[in-house]
């Protein structure tokens, strides 16, 4: 009885760390008229013409679309097609690979710790996951077999490094130096997706063996380093990932459709991977990972930087609550002074376009870009994903844009930059 009880206070414990309600209540999101928050529905109708246009022209096999202003949703469409050759017509509440868009979510789920002062953001990485021991850059390597040196590093990664892809670790598969992509090969990293029996802790472990790029905080190289920070996560709070997420994100936020691996009643709402291939869509083949992921396979690979699958309004809901300063339908996810360091610059000059820089979870655009005109104002932030799915949210104009698509291989696709550049066009107050 006495042990039963302290497992009770125990656990109470964590659930009174893991939800906390807030004295500020904004409402979930909901539809409204667009003049009734300044939006021209005019304009809009612009956007909904671009996008028809899109569809027809074959730039892409289908999109979804949602513009949110004040937390009142004034444009939802479906365009086209989720499967052209099973001829399955897009529906809006689509589910999406939304990859890289993980990314931001993972990032929230480590500053939803920090503030429980789990750990520092400066703290070395090894200090929770001792495989990562001294950091080593690599040297020398040797074209013929493979092989390579390394050097000491002048610095150890921490959390912030993870962050903000200033740790040094590179992308596999997709890394734009083909040594890493050997060295990490020849690992056996597992990059992106699988659908494979494989945990992020093996491999993690693996990685942390590998050489850096660079001495950790010298540049911006995008990594893996948010798939190390998903199992931090699980270290730190003693729950595997994908329960972490459930429970202190997406269920708070009624984020139903956001899943890495979706439960069979939702595998019909998931959206088909096409390319263009001899002037028709078809479902994109099996490569280095098989598309239908979400669905099948061991579904024991919960990718922090790249594994979710998600719908526009579930997104849009998630960024809603940053524009809230962390806060929705009364569940406080995120203080207003986290949501504001989240924000800052973390990256200096190191981030290559300096119309933005890149924050804790966010790319953000800065005044030089708000004043190049139509990405928004500064302070901004957005991300994108590899499936060619886009959104951005401007705190200043408290506006959300996101775009839903599905494509590999090569496309003549304009609707990112138009439909942002046409939204801001489209505010009238």
Known sequence: MKKALTFLFTL??????????????????????????????????????????????????????????????????AYGMADNTDKKELKKDAIFRIASQTKAI?????????????????????????????????????????????KAAENQITIRHLLTHTSGLGYGVIDGDERFQKIYAKAGITDLFTTEDISIESSVKKLAKLPLHHNPGDAYVYSEGLDVLGYFIEVVSGMPFDEFLRKRIFDPLGMDDTWFYLPKEKHNKLVSVQQFTDGKWKKYPITFYDTDYPMKGAKRFFSG?????????????????????????????????????????????????????????????????????????????????????????????????????????????????????????????
Do not use: C
């Open 305 to 429: 930087g790249a594994g979710l699958s998600s719908t526009a309004k579930d997104y849009a809901t998630f960024l809603q609550m940053y524009l809230n300063n962390g806060e929705l339908n009364g569940k406080r996810m995120l203080s207003r002074t986290t949501v504001q360091s989240i924000m800052g610059n973390h990256t200096g000059e190191l981030f290559s376009d300096d119309s933005e820089y890149y924050g804790l979870a966010f790319g953000v655009v800065t005044h030089k870009g708000q004043n190049s005109g139509g990405i928004g104002s500064a302070g901004t932030f957005d991300w994108g994903g590899y499936f060619n799915t886009q959104y951005f949210a401007d705190p200043e104009e408290n506006v959300i844009g996101i775009l839903m698509k599905q494509t590999q291989g090569k496309v003549s696709d304009e609707t990112g930059w138009k439909f942002r550049q046409m939204i801001f066009a489209a505010i009238d107050d």
């Open 106 to 150: 993972t990032s929230t789920a480590v500053m939803m710790l920090w503030e429980e002062g789990k750990f520092r953001l400066d703290d070395p990485i090894s200090k929770y996951i001792p495989e990562f021991g001294e950091a080593q850059v690599l040297d020398t390597y040797n074209e013929t077999d493979g092989t390579y040196t390394t």
């Open 12 to 77: 109470s414990i964590f659930w009174s760390f893991a939800q906390t309600s807030s004295i500020n209540t904004s409402p979930p999101l909901s539809d409204a008229d667009a003049a009734s928050v300044g939006i021209s529905s005019e304009r809009l109708q612009r956007i909904d013409a671009m996008l028809e246009k899109a569809v027809a022209e074959n730039q892409v096999p289908g999109i979804v679309a949602l513009i949110a202003r004040n937390g009142k949703i004034v444009f939802h469409n």
